[in-house]
């Protein structure tokens, strides 16, 4: 049987000669695992799809629940991407997170959208590096069922938390004062918490139409970060590949990236 999708690629691995097996995030149905026949010979028509993060016009061949690349047409390489360690290694975590996140054979079109335009923000938006990122850690978690509760402090109620804090295994804010549980609470501010209902209850299509000032983007960040890896439950090998990028200086952490409970 013969699929006409769009796909982009999430993983790729070369297998035989000249072939690839990819993984690719289907507008039709979701996670595929596609093989590309001879897309690493010379002047095949299936090379430029059948790379990590292009996003391509696709023909899928299906016989038995196995998937081939018939045909492909790319496009959108993300250029700007490839160009820059910084964004190619963060781009490939985002990759990593969604096919995690991401169900064989189910389509989803919001992940869809969320991968593709935060992308496209790594792209061609000349947006901060952290902001993007917090911005589709925390998106992809309302996507997939682990939207957290920010309008108000969960014990006391009031909307405007005083010291307002995240509960990482809650998914939960809530004042300083006001404990919840015996889980790691990460510290925001005022101005991050705002950014953080803005990515989970605002219009997705303005998820980046954010600023933050540097020390509440920093907080925005840790908490972020830290909640993906708390709800999801493990590590990505492509996130510890970026921190050590972007932070040269620190000490690399191996291991689940958690960072310890700060200023209690
Ligand atoms: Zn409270």
Redesign the pocket.
């Known amino acids: 049987m013969q699929i006409a999708t769009q796909g982009l690629v999430l993983r790729e691995t070369e297998y035989k000669d000249a072939d690839k097996i990819l993984t690719v995030l289907t507008r039709e149905g979701g996670k595929r695992t596609v093989r590309a026949r001879g897309c690493r010979r010379r002047g095949s028509r299936l090379t430029a799809a059948a790379q990590l993060l292009v996003w391509s016009d696709m023909t899928l061949f299906e016989y038995r629940d196995r998937y081939t690349l018939n045909e492909a047409d790319a496009l959108d390489q993300f250029l700007g991407v490839r160009s820059d360690l910084d964004r190619l290694a963060l781009a490939s975590y985002f990759a990593e997170v969604t096919e995690a996140a991401a169900e064989e054979g189910r389509p989803d079109g919001a992940l869809l959208s969320l991968i593709l335009n935060s992308l496209y923000a790594l792209d061609r938006l000349k947006k901060p590096l952290p902001l993007v990122k917090a911005a589709f850690e925390l998106k992809l978690l309302c996507i997939t069922g682990y939207e957290p509760l920010v309008d108000a402090?969960a014990?006391?109620?009031?909307p405007e938390?005083?010291q307002p804090r995240l509960s990482l295994g809650e998914g939960v804010i809530?004042?300083a004062?006001?404990r919840v549980g015996r889980g790691i609470s990460l510290p925001l501010d005022a101005s991050a918490l705002a950014a953080m209902r803005h990515i989970v209850l605002g219009n997705p299509k303005r998820l980046f139409s954010f600023e933050l000032e540097k020390e509440s983007l920093r907080l925005l960040s840790d908490a972020c970060q830290a909640f993906l890896l708390t709800q999801m439950d493990r590590g990505f090998r492509t996130l510890d590949f970026y921190r050590r990028l972007s932070v040269p200086d620190t000490p690399t952490q191996t291991g689940e990236g958690q960072h310890a409970q700060k200023g209690k």
């Open positions: 402090c014990v006391c109620g009031t938390p005083e809530h004042c004062a006001c």
